[in-house]
């Protein structure tokens, strides 16, 4: 089955093109294509929801912020990746923390581009390297502050440790044992006791606590 893909993009060629990569070279779908955000949310259909948007920044009526801001306001578990021409760690911060599972160059290599999607649809998000340095700089999580690692559970450490190396709550389970269901309840108190929004929140606690070397990390592609 072919994964379910909307593109958000004021600029039709770059669109166009970028559908005939996502369709002639990955196995994907396109189901909605939208110039903007009011675009996209007029003609959005619950009843068909896709495994990846892939959301321009800069547009008119409505921007990719805004556009992000609603979307997962009302449907929290979206993955959402942002496209733009403007690499600015900042924004890049920004866009994390507000939700995005990633954020792309336009001008992304389009091999490293696929790999990176299938990252997103079957792991949740794709951080490479320099987003998880901006994101530990800019802290854009609640500081951790009085906790300790010991504070948190050895089992706790291993599923953290391999939720930083992007494996999925199965591939998890299978290697240490436990259910799917156990893992995502690890998952939970994890971002309880670190007092972490998203996965972000958590490689930023791993990265702070010594718990993950972001030289360990598979993000690079």
């Given at each position: ?6 593109l ?17 070279f ?18 959005f ?5 896709p ?6 920044l ?68 794709h ?58 309840g ?5 971002l ?7 996965i ?10 010594n718990l ?9 592609i």
């Amino acid at each position: 089955m072919h994964n379910k893909i909307i593109l958000v993009d004021d600029e039709k060629l770059f669109r166009e093109g970028l559908k005939r990569i996502l369709v002639e070279f990955g196995d994907f779908m396109i189901i909605q294509e939208a110039s903007n955000g009011k675009e996209l949310l007029k003609n959005f259909d619950e009843n068909n929801l896709p495994d990846l948007i892939l959301l321009d920044l800069s547009m008119p009526i409505m921007d990719g912020i805004e556009t992000l801001k609603s979307l997962i306001q009302i449907h929290p578990n979206l993955k959402i990746a942002i496209l733009s021409s403007h690499f600015d760690g900042a924004l890049i911060v920004k866009m994390i923390e507000l939700g995005a599972a990633s954020f792309f160059a336009k001008n992304e290599d389009p091999n490293q581009l696929i790999v990176a999607i299938n990252n997103i649809i079957n792991k949740g998000f794709h951080y490479t390297d320099y987003i998880i340095q901006l994101l530990r700089s800019k802290m854009i999580n609640a500081k951790v502050t009085g906790l300790h690692a010991e504070e948190i559970t050895t089992r706790e450490i291993e599923v953290l440790q391999k939720i930083c190396a992007q494996k999925t709550s199965k591939e998890i389970a299978d290697e240490l044992f436990i259910s799917p269901r156990t893992v995502e309840g690890h998952r939970n108190k994890l971002l309880e006791k670190t007092n972490s929004k998203n996965i972000a929140g958590l490689i930023i606690y791993a990265v702070e606590n010594n718990l993950f070397k972001i030289n360990q990390s598979p993000f690079n592609i």
